[in-house]
């Protein structure tokens, strides 16, 4: 339990640590000025509905951490912020709670807050361990992590991924409540998406390359093997969103993975999510600045993203799915 309890505590201290940045490709996305914007910015209206109650903006903080003797004060202090905010909060993975009681309180102090609570297991745990981690905080929906490329490089990490489809399958069928399947940072591509659609999956998060990357996060707690090659796996953000949305109309997509700014999550909205999530850059708020950084950068958020809107001459987020874009660069290139 306390190697658990440790690991956990290291992926944040190694998170602040890591430096290698590799590319979203939202940068690529070009959105054009509107220089007869007639918008009041008194009426434009960021809210969105998501699982039946509305919330601040198109935006959630998404799942890092729990267990761990940081753990706690993180998940205190960010669902304080989230509460603050008006959007919905991700726990860290639960795991560690179906054995450690000890480690439960770190998660079950969401309860106490008025926000959307999303959980978190692997996509490998039972449908018993599903309904433990979505009544330890009761959970309005449950996130179920795919994870392979960081299980690959961690010495104690799983090496057999056989079976994970069949037992989303069953969480769909039998948990009750929805899901939504995520990525950690390598992407969902065009092919998976389908898959997990035949599954009756509904949320899909893409957490694709470009932001915090956890290859580089084990490879920091290990020095005997050098995973450096692999630090630019995976699928960048923009073209995860683009391709998974080519898939579905319906499909409720969250777009994450290295977005750091109201232009970032803008642009996801423009090319198909119906909502963002932030891990990194709000933790970063939260370690380096303090708790009123932390939460004046997601108001300031809210009221950067009504900025662009304003711009952009678009009064509500719906309207703001339907602005034209064009696609540049290499993301031009690297799309079918
Ligand atoms: C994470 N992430 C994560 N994801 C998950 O599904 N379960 C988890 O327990 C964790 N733990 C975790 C710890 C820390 C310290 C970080 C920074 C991240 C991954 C996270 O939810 C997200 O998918 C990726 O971090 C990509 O988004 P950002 O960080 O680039 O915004």
Same mark, same amino acid.
């Given at each position: 339990? *306390?190697?658990?309890?440790?690991?956990?505590?290291?992926?944040?201290?190694?998170?602040?640590?890591?430096?290698?940045?590799?590319?979203?490709?939202?940068?690529?996305?070009?959105?054009?000025?509107?220089?007869?914007?007639?918008?009041?910015?008194?009426?434009?209206?960021?809210?969105?509905?998501?699982?039946?109650?509305?919330?601040?903006?198109?935006?959630?903080? $998404?799942?890092?951490?729990?267990?761990?003797?940081? =753990?706690?004060?993180?998940?205190? @202090?960010?669902?304080?912020?989230?509460?603050?905010?008006?959007?919905?909060?991700?726990? %860290?993975?639960? +795991?560690?709670?179906?054995?450690?009681?000890?480690?439960?309180?770190?998660?079950?102090?969401?309860?106490?807050?008025?926000?959307?609570?999303?959980?978190?297991?692997?996509?490998?745990?039972?449908? *018993?361990?599903?309904?433990?981690?979505? @009544?330890?905080?009761?959970?309005?929906?449950?996130?179920?992590?795919?994870?392979?490329?960081?299980?690959?490089?961690?010495?104690?990490?799983?090496?057999?991924?056989?079976?994970?489809?069949? $037992?989303?399958? $069953?969480?769909?069928?039998?948990?009750?409540?929805?899901?939504?399947?995520?990525?950690?940072?390598? %992407?969902?591509?065009?092919?998976? +998406?389908?898959?997990?659609?035949?599954? =009756?999956?509904?949320?899909?998060?893409?957490?694709?390359?470009?932001?915090? $990357?956890?290859?580089?996060?084990?490879?920091?707690?290990?020095? *005997?093997?050098?995973?450096?090659?692999?630090?630019?796996?995976?699928?960048?953000?923009?073209?995860?969103?683009?391709?998974?949305?080519?898939?579905?109309?319906?499909?409720?997509?969250? +777009?994450?993975?290295?977005?750091?700014?109201?232009?970032?999550?803008?642009?996801?909205?423009?090319?198909?999510?119906?909502?963002? +999530?932030?891990?990194? *850059?709000?933790?970063?708020?939260?370690?380096?600045?303090?708790?009123?950084?932390?939460?004046?950068?997601?108001?300031?958020?809210?009221?950067?993203?009504?900025?662009?809107?304003?711009?952009?001459?678009?009064?509500?987020?719906?309207?703001?799915?339907?602005?034209?874009?064009?696609?540049?660069?290499?993301?031009?290139?690297?799309?079918?």
């Amino acid at each position: 339990m *306390e190697d658990r309890r440790q690991r956990k505590d290291e992926h944040i201290e190694n998170y602040l640590k890591s430096e290698i940045i590799t590319n979203t490709l939202l940068e690529d996305i070009y959105i054009e000025h509107n220089a007869l914007s007639d918008m009041n910015m008194e009426e434009i209206d960021t809210s969105i509905e998501f699982l039946g109650r509305r919330i601040s903006m198109p935006l959630m903080v $998404n799942a890092m951490t729990g267990g761990g003797e940081a =753990g706690s004060d993180i998940n205190e @202090d960010l669902s304080s912020i989230c509460e603050a905010v008006g959007i919905p909060m991700a726990s %860290g993975s639960e +795991a560690i709670a179906i054995k450690d009681e000890e480690s439960r309180d770190s998660f079950t102090l969401l309860k106490d807050k008025d926000i959307i609570k999303i959980g978190n297991l692997g996509s490998e745990r039972s449908l *018993e361990d599903f309904i433990f981690a979505k @009544d330890l905080i009761d959970a309005d929906i449950m996130q179920v992590h795919l994870n392979i490329a960081q299980e690959l490089v961690m010495p104690e990490g799983d090496r057999d991924f056989r079976g994970l489809g069949e $037992n989303i399958r $069953n969480l769909v069928e039998k948990l009750d409540t929805p899901i939504i399947v995520k990525e950690t940072g390598s %992407g969902i591509s065009k092919s998976v +998406a389908s898959k997990l659609l035949d599954m =009756g999956v509904e949320y899909i998060d893409v957490a694709g390359k470009g932001g915090t $990357n956890f290859i580089e996060i084990e490879d920091l707690r290990d020095v *005997e093997t050098d995973f450096s090659e692999f630090y630019d796996w995976g699928i960048p953000t923009a073209k995860s969103i683009i391709d998974v949305r080519s898939v579905s109309e319906d499909v409720f997509i969250i +777009a994450s993975g290295g977005l750091r700014n109201a232009t970032d999550i803008v642009k996801s909205i423009i090319i198909g999510a119906d909502m963002a +999530a932030m891990s990194g *850059e709000v933790l970063r708020y939260l370690l380096h600045g303090g708790y009123e950084a932390c939460e004046d950068f997601l108001k300031d958020l809210q009221y950067k993203i009504k900025i662009i809107m304003c711009l952009l001459g678009v009064k509500n987020i719906e309207e703001l799915k339907k602005v034209d874009y064009k696609v540049v660069g290499r993301l031009k290139q690297l799309l079918d």
